[in-house]
Structures are given as structure tokens and as C-alpha cells.
């Protein structure tokens, strides 16, 4: 046994490691993702000041000129329409539909959708949920490069398409007060059963991302063996 243990540590510490990147990695997605839906309100707001002065402008020249109140109600609505560009929902994924959508179109929406209910999820999935990000960041282009009928994304399609959305959303229909305090007949919590739900998926959605990058690490291997019989010491 004492030699075995060196082995389970090194093996929890990189667990940990890894636990670690993933969550690093998801914090700067979603901090990437933050900065690029504010610099689109920010856009978004300056072309409606500007629509907004240009008809003012126009208005003014084709009534014969601006007088002090059409200047004062300008003052009043330029900002305003500035504001309201900011402030109107950003467009983005509708996770209304994820059922309907295809598999490559479900990271992105199953992103949005934990993004959304990230708030009613129990604190302690907080490690899955980034692990669960890392991989739909993976799965985005992967998915993308291979048909809808290939068996890895059928079974990703019905993961995310049906029964993520359905762990969900029972959880979230929960009452908040029985989450951490009702025992169920298992002895969980349903915060400790969301919680063990999420690590499935998380471990489902590593596995099926694995199986379709195997062909790429095969033909990398294959690709590794020819240079260096090729190019390597010895070889004139």
C-alpha cells in the first residue's frame, strides 16, 4: 500500500491541476464573452445617438432651423437613445429551442442556457459547471467538422438537446428551500443529486470529446513516427 500511495497522490494532483485550468478557462471565456457584449452595447449605443442626431439635424434644416425647444428636447432624447441602445437585449442563442437544435448548434446554446440558470445552481456544481464549459468550448468546433448522424453527436444531441436541460430545470423547480435541507429516499439532497448530475455530464461530454479527436491524435502519432524516420539522427 505505501507504494501505491506516491501514485494516488501524483494522480489527485493532477486532478486538481487540471480541475484548476478548467476553471481558469472558464472564467476568462465568460470574462471574453463579457467584454465583447459590452463593447457591442457600447457600439450599439453610439450609432443610436448618432441615428438620432443626424434626425434632429435633418428635422431642423427641413423646418427652417432649430429653435429652443426642438435644441432643449434634443438635449433631453439624444442621451436617452444612447441609453436605450444600450440597454436592449443583446441577441445571442435561443434556449428556448434547444431541443430542435442540431448537435453543432447545442454547446453554444447549452452555454447560454447554464449561463442563465448559473445563479439557481447550487454553489458547490461551480467546479462542474466551468469543467462542463471547457468542454462545449471543445465540442463547438468538433461538432462542427463532423455530420449531425455520426453516433458521437446523436448521443451528445440527446445529452444536451434533452437531458441536461431536464436536470435543470427540475432542480430549478424546486422549491430553494428544500434543496440543501429535504433527504431524499437515497440519502442525497436535491443539491447533492444536481451536483453528482453535472459531474456525469461533465465526465460524458470529456468522453465523447476524446472519441472524436481520436482519429486526429492517431494520425498524429502516425505523423510523429514518419518525421522521425525520415528526418531523424541518422538519416543522410
Known sequence: MAIGAPVNEADVRRRRLARAEAQQ?????????????MA??????????????????????TAGGAG???????????????????????????????DKATPAELPGITEALLDKQRRQLPRLAAPQLDGIAVQLA???????????????????????????????????????????????HDGRTPEATVVDGLKTVEAELARASA????????????????LEARYGEGQG
Open 68 to 98: 429652443i425647444g426642438l435644441f432643449l428636447l434634443a438635449l433631453v432624447l439624444l442621451p436617452m437613445a444612447g441609453i436605450a441602445g444600450m440597454l436592449l437585449p443583446l441577441g445571442g442563442p435561443d434556449v428556448d429551442k434547444i
Open 138 to 184: 471543445a465540442l463547438e468546433t468538433q461538432l462542427a467538422r463532423v455530420p449531425a448522424d455520426h453516433p458521437v453527436a446523436q448521443d451528445i444531441g440527446r445529452l444536451l438537446g434533452s437531458h441536461l436541460p431536464e436536470l435543470v430545470d427540475r432542480y430549478t423547480r424546486i422549491p430553494p428551500i428544500q434543496r440543501a435541507n429535504v433527504v431524499e
Open 25 to 37: 478557462m472558464a472564467r476568462n471565456r465568460r470574462w471574453e464573452k463579457r467584454k465583447a457584449n
Open 40 to 61: 457591442k452595447r457600447v457600439t450599439r449605443g453610439f450609432f443610436a445617438f448618432l441615428a438620432s442626431l443626424l434626425a434632429f439635424i435633418v428635422y431642423g434644416w
Open 211 to 226: 472519441l472524436l479527436a481520436e482519429s486526429d491524435r492517431d494520425g498524429l502519432r502516425v505523423q510523429g513516427r514518419f
